[in-house]
């Protein structure tokens, strides 16, 4: 006698095994020779190769990208200096002042993120070449 329905390739117990199997082998599946940390170093690549760069960045930081004329020949701050700067960022950070003289001002503090720490090796500037 013929069934309307086809019969199953395999049986409840046989799925119930796999199903209970199924998560040992995840992670034997997911190994590789290389190590977490160099899997986690290793930027994203694009179909051709280059790397994958696309995504939102954000580069709110209190150092400056060139070398303020105050810190002429100082390379790095001193913790007193860091703690300085980021305590008045802190604090200042949805102040609002009118522009200076003779500036038309732009946006206000709101629209630009500056951040509110120094880089984590506490330089005075990103910019690192020439000293």
Known sequence: ????????LVSAGA??????????????FA?????QAAMKSAPARLPDGRPDLQGIWGF???????????????ETLTPEEKANLEENAVR??????PPPPGNTGSYN??????GTTVVGTS?????????
């Open 31 to 35: 190994q590789t020779g290389e190590s």
């Open 92 to 97: 200042d950070q949805f102040v609002d002042r």
């Open 15 to 28: 799925l119930a095994l796999i199903a209970a199997l199924l998560p040992f082998q995840v992670p034997i």
């Open 1 to 8: 006698m013929r069934h309307a329905f086809p019969t199953p």
């Open 60 to 74: 709110a930081t209190l150092t400056p990208l060139q070398r303020p004329k105050v810190f002429a020949v100082k």
């Open 109 to 114: 503090r709101f629209w630009n993120d500056s």
């Open 123 to 131: 330089r005075t500037s990103l910019i690192v070449d020439p000293p």
